[in-house]
């Protein structure tokens, strides 16, 4: 049945996952590979929603987090709860 041209649905979507845990995953992984990112970031799941928590240092990562997750998600699926704590200058 495997990729069957008799089957209805599309084989090639077993591997799209859309689950909210996949989501989390992806934004998780989207946010640590920006360079010279100064978030401490969680992501936890709460019924249909991912709740983004914790804090970041400066304006661009504030917004960068948001659009991320908003990007990833759907903005009707993400509470925001993100602190912005400017960095102490030298």
């Known amino acids: 049945m495997f990729l069957s041209s008799l089957q209805t649905v599309n084989a090639f979507t077993f591997g799209m996952d859309e689950t909210l845990y996949a989501k989390r995953a992806a934004i998780q992984a989207e946010l640590s590979s920006l360079p010279d990112y100064s ?4 992501i936890a799941t709460e019924g249909d929603c991912l709740i983004v ?23 009707g ?13 030298a």
Not at 63 to 70: L, Y
Not at 77 to 88: C, H, K
């Open 39 to 42: 978030g401490r970031i969680s």
């Open 53 to 75: 928590e914790g804090t970041v240092g400066n304006q661009i990562d504030y917004n960068r987090t948001i659009d991320i997750a908003s990007d990833i998600a759907g903005a």
């Open 77 to 89: 699926s993400v509470i925001f709860r993100i602190g912005y704590e400017a960095m102490p200058s």
